[in-house]
């Protein structure tokens, strides 16, 4: 198994709708999440971390499941400018910065 | 702040060339990252240093590959001989040292062509 594991998509979804990914990990030691976007041929950068007591930045809503190693991010009322691509980060462990990308998954947002 | 600085931003060289590949990051950061991202693999950590000092070189492919540090400002990623399969972005990143949920910033990438 991966170590980190998402989706590669494409999800293809209209302007608004609500839409899902979830990326899970194989490392139960793990201390810290994020998600990451990137955007076609440029750089990754950092969309927002995820807490154990979840995380929301406006239409952007993060949660960890521990029990089931699992991060999910959940897009609310898309936009075309949300069209990228999101990258799951785990820190396999605690003390180690050592961190694990996922392959990423696609979203295109279409009017 | 500039960000972090990465040179060049294209590079197309012929199999067996030297290439090297340069990083600024960004000042006060004391953690420095080298990546590769491609179709097939994603994105693969190379080597990271901390403090100008190589903490974990585990990703480097093989010895044709090597990287330096030789003060907190500068970096650089080093093929001899290349190959076509080293075509791929190579990302530089930078962080802050402390808690594992300081984020990365990455520069624009490197996009290597070897012919």
Known sequence: RKEVEQDPGPFNVPEGATVAFNCTYSNSASQSFFWYRQDCRKEPKLLMSVYSSGNEDGRFTAQLNRASQYISLLIRDSKLSDSATYLCVVNPTGGSYIPTFGRGTSLIVHP | ?115
């Open chain 2, 1 to 115: 702040d500039a960000g972090v600085i990465q040179s060049p931003r294209h590079e197309v060289t012929e199999m067996g060339q030297e290439v090297t590949l340069r990083c600024k990051p960004i000042s006060g950061h004391d953690y420095l990252f080298w990546y590769r991202q491609t179709m097939m693999r994603g994105l693969e950590l190379l080597i990271y240093f901390n403090n100008n000092v190589p903490i974990d070189d585990s990703g480097m492919p093989e010895d044709r590959f090597s990287a330096k540090m030789p003060n907190a400002s500068f970096s650089t990623l080093k093929i001899q001989p290349s190959e076509p399969r080293d075509s791929a972005v190579y990302f530089c990143a930078s962080s802050l040292s402390g808690l594992s949920y300081n984020e990365q910033f990455f520069g624009p990438g490197t996009r290597l062509t070897v012919l």
